[in-house]
């Protein structure tokens, strides 16, 4: 039987001490022909196929996942960053007498605020106001001239605390399509007469 299975692929048996040799081609040869097998090795071909799109995949799967990583952290940083000139405001208002025109103890609370964060410069200042919402200038001798003869039915100068806090950001993917900005910026004004 091995014979006539070795003669079909062009083999033939030798004597003495090739037999041995020929026996295991010719078990190989029935293993082959086992029925199915042929089927198995075509699909086998495909094996590869998930591991290429993997391999080609993967780079854009890892850009993404860090992008929104990114995405978040800024965000993050961006609502803590308000969160600080918001109490920043609420605390100048409160302290006006003591603390205005120079906002010292205000800009240290925005900054002890963010103290896990020690690279956020944060500036504050006084804008005057009319009660239409004009722009009265920087001083409140300025602003109430001003008031007085915009509006002489209602001459009252408002006057707001404003807060500005910036903070440097840089992404921990730093690919410029995300568009990521180099620093946050949050300002929060507060009426405090």
Not at 60 to 82: C, E, H, R
Not at 132 to 148: E, K, Q, V
Request: hydrophobic share 45%; charged share 10%; net charge positive.
């Amino acid at each position: 039987m091995r014979g006539r299975t070795l003669a079909a692929f062009g083999f033939r048996a030798l004597r003495i001490g090739s037999a041995a040799v020929a026996a295991g081609i010719g078990y190989a040869l029935l293993c082959f022909c086992r029925p199915g097998m042929l089927q198995r090795w075509r699909s086998a071909g495909n094996a590869g196929n998930a591991a290429v799109e993997f391999a080609l995949t993967a780079p854009l799967l890892a850009a993404l996942v860090i992008g929104g990583a990114d995405y978040s952290i800024m965000a993050n940083n961006q609502d803590v960053l308000q969160a600080a000139t918001r109490a920043g405001a609420e605390y100048g208002r409160a302290n006006y007498s003591t603390d205005a025109p120079s906002w010292t103890n205000t800009k240290s609370y925005v900054t002890g605020y963010m103290s896990f964060s020690p690279a956020v410069t944060a500036s504050g200042s006084t804008v005057y106001t009319c009660v239409d919402g004009t722009n009265a200038g920087s001083t409140l001798a300025a602003a109430t001239t001003l008031c007085n003869s915009h509006q002489p039915t209602d001459p009252r100068v408002l006057q707001y605390v404003s807060v500005t806090a910036t903070q440097n950001f840089s992404a921990l993917f730093a690919w410029s399509a995300f568009g990521f900005p180099s620093s946050l910026t949050a300002t929060t004004v507060t009426r405090f007469q």
